[in-house]
């Protein structure tokens, strides 16, 4: 990642060069004032367009690590998951038990808990990237049942990845831009 000058964006986030990404806890899930703060819980459906951009430049940062750290085959982390609620929500809880797991005061057991609940996480990832149909080379969106009553859902079309690096800042970038929309009608709605 390429040093800038502190003011951070999608394309090139802010960062201390001397501590990588992924080592790092999201400053909105940990109180820097209070370091004895443990990381909480993230709730995707519950943050703000500012936190999601930089939630999705940690995990997308930390998820490239661990698929090249492991040897991770798409069966497990397709390259379009971020396109996968099912495996977002995985990733996502997978990332802070490790960044709560390897932090410098925890117990020197945790790192084992984390490796065998990463076991655990691997099978249900596999099971989710067969029943959503995301490859290496082509993606469709994960499958939905109509229950009777409902309409049938469409099916769902395949593309083909060309290259995943811009489809994530697309996908995030519509992602932000859906939040702050959001966002502007609540301070609408709360002004009038």
């Keep these: 990642m390429p040093e800038n000058n502190g003011q951070g964006s999608l394309f090139e986030p802010a960062f201390d060069a001397s501590v990588h990404p992924i080592f790092a806890g999201s400053a909105e899930y940990s109180d820097p004032d209070d370091p004895e703060l ?37 069966t497990v982390i397709p390259p379009y998951w971020h396109r996968h609620d099912e ?19 925890g117990s020197p057991s945790a790192p084992l808990m984390w490796h065998r609940d990463f076991a655990d996480a691997r099978h249900r990832l596999r099971e989710w990237v067969a029943t959503c149909g995301t490859r290496l080379e082509k993606d469709r969106a994960t499958r939905q049942t109509s229950w009777p009553g409902e309409d049938p859902q469409p099916p769902a079309a395949e593309v083909v990845i060309e290259n995943r690096g811009a489809d994530f800042i697309e996908f995030v970038v519509e992602d932000i831009a859906a939040r702050r929309r959001i966002e ?6 709360l002004a009038g």
Excluded at 48 to 58: F, N, T, Y
């Design 184 to 189: 502007e009608r609540v301070r609408a709605s």
């Design 38 to 74: 443990p990381l909480r819980p993230l709730n995707w459906n519950l943050l703000s367009s500012e936190e999601a951009e930089s939630e999705w430049l940690d995990l997308n940062a930390w998820v490239d690590w661990l698929r090249a750290t492991y040897g991770l085959p798409p």
């Design 87 to 105: 495996l977002v929500w995985e990733l996502s809880a997978l990332h802070l038990h490790w960044l709560n797991s390897y932090d410098p005061d």
